[in-house]
């Protein structure tokens, strides 16, 4: 699997050094609240896993999926929601956690959505962001990494659902696109 990754951009140990940091923030930020932390599948699964353990608050889990990008690697700008939810919003204290930003099509759709549920608030919370990609505004307010504009796999990030559980987040070598 490494022999697919052309360069390793985040190493684990930064990973994980970041991950401790934005817990420290949030729990920081939500010192008298209660979280509802909304990860968005399947990319964020890893990175939500280690944030949750990172925040000090009481926290409840729980998902969404979102269909956008397929095997690839340009965004459609259509965003459908495939799982919505179990939790009820309203009132609460949301914190979307996501794996990257790119258009922000998906999360100015989430964001939007979850809003008109009338929670108390709604944060975001990005591992990677690529502000260079922007077709929308997104507010974002807690950011992992800022990364140049490549497509990156690993650490909950796939290509074809390949690459996931890599503990690393890298740049695919172009002839990995193919096969
Ligand atoms: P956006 O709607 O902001 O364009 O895209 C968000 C989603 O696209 C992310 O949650 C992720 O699933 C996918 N995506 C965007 N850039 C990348 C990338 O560099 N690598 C991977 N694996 N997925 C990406």
Same mark, same amino acid.
Do not use: M, Q, W
């Given at each position: 699997m490494d022999k697919d990754i052309k360069e390793v951009l985040v190493s684990a140990e930064a990973l994980a050094a970041r991950t401790r940091e934005m817990g420290a923030a949030i729990s920081a930020d939500y010192a008298d609240k209660d979280i509802l932390m909304v990860g968005v599948l399947r990319g964020a699964v890893i990175f939500m896993a280690d944030l949750a353990r990172a925040i000090s608050r009481p926290v409840t889990i729980d998902f969404m999926a979102v269909s956008s990008y397929g095997a690839s690697t340009s965004s459609s700008?259509?965003?459908?929601?495939?799982?919505?939810?179990?939790? /009820?919003?309203?009132?609460?204290?949301?914190l979307i956690v996501e794996d990257i930003i790119d258009s922000g099509l998906t999360l100015k759709y989430l964001y939007d959505n979850l809003q008109s549920r009338k929670p108390a608030s709604v944060?975001?919370?990005?591992?990677?962001?690529?502000?260079?990609?922007?077709?929308? /505004?997104?507010?974002?307010?807690?950011?992992?990494?800022?990364?140049? /504009? /490549?497509?990156?796999?690993?650490?909950?990030?796939?290509?074809?659902?390949?690459?996931?559980?890599?503990?690393?987040v890298g740049v695919l070598k172009p002839e990995a696109y193919s096969s």
């Open positions: 700008g259509v965003v459908r929601i495939v799982k919505d939810l179990d939790e /009820d919003v309203a009132g609460r204290h949301l944060r975001i919370c990005t591992l990677l962001n690529k502000p260079s990609r922007r077709k929308v /505004d997104v507010p974002v307010d807690y950011n992992g990494f800022t990364i140049p /504009d /490549d497509f990156v796999v690993g650490y909950g990030l796939d290509y074809a659902e390949k690459y996931r559980n890599l503990p690393f």
